[in-house]
Nanobody
Framework: QVQLVESGGGLVQAGGSLRLSCAAS????????MGWFRQAPGKEREFVAG????????RYADSVKGRFTISRDNAKNTVSLQMNSLKPEDTAVYYC?????????????????WGQGTQVTVSS
C-alpha cells in the first residue's frame, strides 16, 4: 500500500503559478500510475492530470492543457504538478492518487489510495 502526502498549495493571484508535490511512502511507487484530482466546494472530484509509471505517457483534463504539467521522480518517490497561468476557476482542494491499473484513467474509479489534499486558492 502507498501512503500519500500533498504539499505546495496556497493563495495566488490569477496568472500566477504554483507547484504541488506529492510524497509517497510504501513499496513499489514506481510501478503505479499517479494522478492529480481536484474538488471545488459543492462540486464532484474531477481529474486534472495523470502520468504512467515511468513518465513516458501523460494525460490532462481539457481545462488545464497547456497550463499544467505533471511529472514524477521515482528515485525520490514524488509526483509533482506545475500549475501556470492560474485562473480563479482552478480554486479547489487538490489530491494526488495512486492508479489501480497500468492505464491512465480520468475517473476516480481508476484510482485507489488518496492523499489528504492541499488547498489552492486563486484570487481574481
Amino acid at each position: 500500500q502507498v501512503q500519500l502526502v500533498e504539499s505546495g498549495g496556497g493563495l495566488v493571484q490569477a496568472g500566477g503559478s504554483l507547484r504541488l508535490s506529492c510524497a509517497a511512502s510504501g513499496r513499489a511507487f514506481s510501478s503505479y500510475v499517479m494522478g492529480w484530482f481536484r474538488q471545488a466546494p459543492g462540486k464532484e472530484r474531477e481529474f486534472v492530470a495523470g502520468i504512467n509509471w515511468n513518465g513516458s505517457s501523460t494525460r490532462y483534463a481539457d481545462s488545464v492543457k497547456g497550463r499544467f504539467t505533471i511529472s514524477r521522480d521515482n528515485a525520490k518517490n514524488t509526483v509533482s504538478l506545475q500549475m501556470n497561468s492560474l485562473k480563479p476557476e482552478d480554486t479547489a482542494v487538490y489530491y494526488c492518487a495512486v492508479g489501480r491499473t497500468p492505464a491512465i484513467f480520468s475517473t476516480t474509479a481508476g484510482f485507489g489510495s488518496w492523499g489528504q489534499g492541499t488547498q489552492v486558492t486563486v484570487s481574481s
